[in-house]
């Protein structure tokens, strides 16, 4: 039997810095231009500061944003390839859930 922790619930902001500069806690809009539609999200983990790529339409995922882009939902959680933690997406809030996967590591 899996055990879930809800750890906390923190504001993920769209941002168009490069994902190499992301901080924690924010994310880019992959494309920037919203002429070509939406490919993803590259999200900077608030707990570990790795980036981790969503993509729209990819194992389930369906990714909506407000008209202006920030209220981003994500359908299903978004699982940091760092430090294994589940990254739920809502109207611009991120609630950070561990699980039995998650690692005590810090990227940066």
Do not use: W
Not at 30 to 45: A, I, K, T
Not at 69 to 78: D, I, K
């Amino acid at each position: 039997m899996s055990e879930f922790y809800l750890l906390e619930v923190v504001a993920v902001r769209p941002t168009s810095k490069g994902p190499c500069k992301l901080e924690r806690g924010e994310m880019r809009r992959v494309s920037q231009d919203r002429r070509f539609g939406l490919v993803g999200y590259h999200v900077c983990c608030p707990r570990c500061g790795y980036v981790t790529v969503a993509l729209n339409g990819r194992d389930g995922m369906v990714i909506t944003e407000d008209e202006e882009g920030g209220a981003v939902t994500f359908s299903e959680p978004l699982r940091c390839l760092f430090c294994q933690i589940l990254i739920h997406v809502r109207d611009g809030l991120g609630t950070l859930e561990e699980d039995e996967h998650v690692r005590n590591v810090r990227y940066r």
